[in-house]
């Protein structure tokens, strides 16, 4: 089966620009997460949808990113205005149901903000 | 607070060893722990969970053990092989909710 799709790879900006990533999970998967790693941390999770409604984003600085999943299949994670500290790898990540299940990842953004 | 806690330094062995990673965590209840491998530039793989009433779990050169009283997990890969480098990461899922949690990971070097 196909994995969990992501893009851009790579995306380079200025701080105070705006940017989006793009992520196509699994088919039939449910579960959608965001998480943010920055280098040498693990992955922080930033908001989890099931289906097209939004589980968490306690953790989303709702100031500057945003994430919708339109009709429960693909998502998209904005940042604007971009600041120095947003440089990571924008991980995302499935799973069929909400529990007791793996997460599969996609292989990641990475962004560097300048 | 809540944390979620592994070896932050790196884990230097020889090639055919046992290799030990520790994960530890606090204000957690989780009903299970996973455990997953991630390479440079690429995403976490899974690769073992293991429930709060299992003591442990083994896949191939894999094994984990869950202690839920020392709140503690470990992973162990024996016969280890260069190809095992990889930062190694556990997560857990956080009560009452779907979401899962992850340490920073500790990064395994495997010497030929």
């Known amino acids: 089966e196909a994995g969990v799709a992501q893009s851009p790879r790579y995306k380079i900006i200025e701080k105070r620009q705006s940017v989006a990533f793009w992520c196509n999970p699994i088919?039939?998967?449910?579960?959608l997460y965001w998480y943010q790693q920055i280098l040498g941390q693990g992955p922080k999770l930033l908001i989890q949808?099931?289906?097209?409604?939004?589980?968490?984003d306690s953790q989303l600085p709702k100031d500057r990113f945003s994430a919708e999943r339109l009709k429960g299949v693909d998502s998209t994670l904005k940042i604007q205005p971009a600041k120095l500290e947003d440089s990571a790898v924008y991980l995302c990540?499935?799973?069929?149901?909400?529990?007791?299940?793996?997460?599969?990842f996609g292989s990641g953004t990475q962004l560097s903000v300048l | 607070s809540q944390k979620i806690e592994q070896n932050s330094e790196a884990l230097n062995i020889q090639e055919g060893k046992t290799a030990t990673l520790t994960c530890n965590y606090t204000?957690?209840?989780?009903?299970?722990l996973q455990w997953y491998r991630q390479d440079p530039g690429r995403g976490p793989v899974f690769l073992l969970l293991?429930?709060?009433?299992?003591k442990e779990k083994r896949k191939e050169r894999l094994k984990v053990t869950f202690d839920t009283t020392l709140k503690q997990s470990l992973f162990h890969i024996t016969a280890s092989q260069p190809a095992d480098s990889a930062t190694y990461l556990c997560?857990?899922?956080?009560?009452?909710?779907?979401?899962?949690?992850f340490g920073a990971g500790t990064r395994l070097f495997v010497k030929a």
């Open positions: 990540a499935s799973r069929k149901t909400g529990i007791n299940e793996k997460l599969f």
């Open positions: 088919s039939g998967h449910a579960t």
């Open positions: 949808f099931q289906n097209n409604g939004v589980v968490d």
């Open positions: 204000n957690y209840s989780p009903a299970y």
């Open positions: 293991i429930r709060e009433n299992e």
């Open positions: 997560a857990l899922e956080d009560t009452g909710g779907f979401k899962t949690i």
